[in-house]
């Protein structure tokens, strides 16, 4: 057989005499570059310009219409650059400087444009005196006497490392929860189980279903890896299992749910889990997160520890930051198939959950009266405040949590700053895109009762 008439090897000359011409066409672009260069060095303008390589990429994404994928465009402009740069450097007399914002040609484009996590603090202010913080929902209720004791005696031992399996807290996690430890992974706070999950399951070209509004990190943690976050709505701030399943396509690569929604509050019932993991395609990982695991009331609240086995994988998480008290601890689990558990230990850092937090969740896992106090207490502070807010006139989505989304009418819309000078911190709810509203943690008497008062005093001044 000829060579020629082979349709392969017809095919493989096309390409080769493309790759030549793609060889030509740079040596053009190094031409200009080197002139660009000499141009510069004239001037005393600096080799390398962060705004311009931007401007470029962003070009790239307004007009791709090849049939590369865009991250592929991406990476190849980042390369395209940084020889630019060398050539330049190059010419004869070239400023030898480092130049500022250089390191972004070498660094992932989707890593340095990600956009900051916004806590619920003020940058500045930790370790002072702080004014009334009920704006991250931290559990007003401190840690539970056991769990305290518990990590005073581990401080004595924190010259040695952390178990890295971390034997005793993945089997007090798996006799609380009813599982094989081998089906535990614990983390550095939910977090890290979100970037996990993120790390297995995204990269470029995937996408992950996120709620919006909703807790930010499962958006920055899939931007983090290069996928694409999708937000599926949540009209009137409920779950509609219809807006997600409409969204899952062949890149769908990770759905999170956070049961019960922060900012939010609603939840996913039971007949609604069961109508989305029916609807979703096997395979796909859902991540369920259980963050105010315990302060849910509603009769029809899926306990997502009893739904394993019903979806594959499905992935439960707690976290200890909220019923236990514990979030500047940084500690939480998560239930998962046991293959991919053992995956996720293999990804995790060898010693990702310290000591401390590791003696908490032994003790913390015993601790039903804890719970059972800061539940009930929760229930009663939430009617106290929600009733407060009603005779006020302010309206709030009922919630599942240990806080509550107001969604003050537009006169009301000054509401977060007059608190704050009142002394009292409220999460602003603009960047979760719901302005003019917030999201107040249900804390102790005395605290909701200074909230309520501060409130009445804004609404009449
Ligand atoms: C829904 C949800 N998941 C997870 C977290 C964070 O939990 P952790 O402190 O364990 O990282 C929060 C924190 O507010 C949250 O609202």
């Given amino acids: 057989m000829k060579r020629a008439a082979d349709p392969l090897n017809r095919i493989r000359s096309r390409i080769d005499r493309v790759d030549r011409e793609i060889v030509r066409l740079l040596d053009a672009r190094a031409r200009e570059v080197r002139r660009l260069g000499a141009v510069k060095r004239g001037s005393g303008r600096p080799l ?23 991250e592929a465009m991406r990476n190849i402009f980042h390369e395209i650059f940084a020889a630019s740069l060398a050539v330049q450097r190059s010419v004869p007399g070239a400023p030898r400087e480092s130049v500022r914002g250089h390191w972004r040609s070498g660094a992932a484009e989707y890593v340095t444009s990600l956009p900051e996590y916004e806590p619920g603090q003020r940058r500045g202010w930790h370790g002072k005196r702080e004014p009334l913080s009920l704006a991250a929902n931290e559990s007003s209720y401190g840690m539970s006497p056991p769990v305290l004791r518990a990590v005073q005696r581990e401080l004595r031992r924190l010259h040695r490392y952390p178990d890295r399996w971390a034997g005793e807290a993945t089997r007090a996690v798996a006799r609380r929860v009813g599982c094989s430890p081998k089906e535990v992974v614990l983390g550095n706070g939910s977090d890290e189980i979100i970037d996990l999950l993120s790390r297995t399951f995204l990269r470029p070209g995937r996408e992950a279903l996120v709620p919006a509004p909703s807790f930010a990190y499962y958006e920055l943690a899939a931007r983090a890896c290069g996928a694409r976050p999708v937000a599926f709505p949540l009209p009137n701030c409920n779950y509609s299992v219809r807006e997600i399943l409409k969204r899952v396509n062949d890149r769908t690569g990770l759905v999170a749910i956070a049961n019960p929604n922060s900012p939010t509050g609603t939840y996913l019932g039971e007949r609604e889990l069961s109508e989305l993991l029916r609807g979703l395609p096997q395979r796909l990982v859902v991540l369920l997160d259980e963050a105010y695991w315990g302060y849910p009331t509603a009769r029809d609240f899926p306990n997502g520890m009893d739904w394993r086995g019903r979806h594959e994988p499905l ?61 009930g207490a929760n229930r009663r502070e939430m009617a106290y405040v929600t009733t407060g807010l009603r005779r006020l006139g302010l309206p709030y989505v009922n919630s599942q949590a240990n806080f509550v989304l107001v969604l003050p009418p537009p006169s009301g819309a000054g509401l977060v700053r007059g608190l704050e000078r009142e002394g009292i911190w409220v999460r602003d709810t603009a960047s979760f895109g719901l302005p003019g509203g917030f999201r107040v943690t249900i804390g102790v008497r005395g605290e909701n009762r200074a909230f309520l008062d501060a409130l009445r005093r804004l609404l009449r001044a």
């Avoid at 008290?325 to 850092?349: E, F, I, K, S």
């Fill in 48 to 70: 390398y310009s962060e705004e311009r390589e931007a401007e470029v990429i962003r070009r790239l994404e307004l007009h791709r219409d090849g049939r590369f994928p865009y």
């Fill in 315 to 375: 992935v439960v998480m707690r976290t200890l930051s909220k019923l236990f008290g514990l979030a500047g601890l940084r500690c939480a689990y998560a239930v998962c198939p046991a293959g991919l558990a053992d995956t996720l230990n293999r990804l995790r850092q060898p010693f990702n959950v310290n000591r401390l937090a590791q003696a908490a969740l032994v003790a913390a896992m015993r601790d039903r009266r804890w719970v059972a106090r800061v539940e």
